[in-house]
């Protein structure tokens, strides 16, 4: 029977019962809060708010994130049109996307963009299909090279930004909360979480959990070999840190 409860790092700034938090303390771990990255406001607040009053003239509407799906919804101040097609990421993104109001959305198989292209591709003519892609900085370009590649017209969305919290401030809550491993939800974060707690303090953990590939991919250049999840989910993140647990 497996006694152990392991201190885990949630590098993420979410809060509330579906919250990152929430699924590792279910699951019998103690999630302690490093956030390395806090949300902010979209770069350019008003393409955000023209693009949100706009969506009806699109064909297909895809979503990286639940933090996506919100901005644009609140920056529309109304749910958001049906007539599109939409898709999404991962299935929380989808879920969020119905809950906004949009059609029912397409998914990848192992909930990255990625995958989602390889199933996209195959479904539709995109020849001067209008298609809004939300990105974030530094996101992986296969989805959007994608679309364009087969001639669609691509509008680029950030409605939010992703803002490095002071290193200072990282450092204090990883020492403080002497975490036993962490999840980490892009290269990014993992890239900023070393420059402020050094590249030793993440070596000498018990699991070291990247959400997905590209994740994955990030830490191996830092020096750090980490298998992601069969799907790049929290959840699925979650279940493959639990088969890590001592027995």
């Not at 990883?174 to 050094?198: C, E, Y």
Request: charged share 25%; with cysteine.
């Amino acid at each position: 029977m497996r006694t152990e409860r392991w201190r885990v790092a949630v590098t993420r700034d979410d809060k509330g019962d579906t919250s990152l938090s929430a699924a590792l303390e279910r699951a019998g771990f103690i999630a302690v809060s490093v956030p390395v990255l806090a949300e902010g406001p979209a770069p350019d607040p008003g393409h955000l708010a023209t693009i949100a009053r706009q969506l009806e003239s699109f064909d297909w509407i895809v979503c990286a994130s639940v933090r996506a799906v919100r901005a644009i919804r609140v920056a529309r101040g109304s749910e958001w049109p049906s007539q599109p097609r939409t898709a999404a990421v991962g299935p929380v993104t989808a879920a969020a996307i119905r809950d906004a109001g949009g059609s029912d959305p397409i998914v990848g198989s192992i909930f990255t963009a990625k995958s989602l292209w390889e199933r996209l591709k195959t479904l539709n003519d995109w020849r001067a299909q209008r298609v809004l892609v939300t990105t974030v900085d530094d996101g992986t370009r296969d989805l959007i090279d994608g679309l364009r590649s087969m001639e669609a017209r691509v509008t680029e969305l950030q409605p939010y930004s992703m803002i490095k919290r002071p290193e200072a401030q990282i450092r204090a809550d990883w020492f403080s909360g002497r975490p036993d491993a962490v999840i980490l939800g892009s290269a990014k974060t993992a890239i900023h979480l070393v420059n402020a707690v050094g590249l030793d303090e993440i070596r000498n953990l018990k699991a070291v959990v990247p959400i997905g590939p590209t994740t994955s991919a990030g830490l191996e250049n830092l020096g750090i070999r980490a298998e992601p999840p069969p799907q790049a989910t929290f959840a699925s993140a979650v279940e493959k840190l639990r088969s890590l647990l001592p027995p």
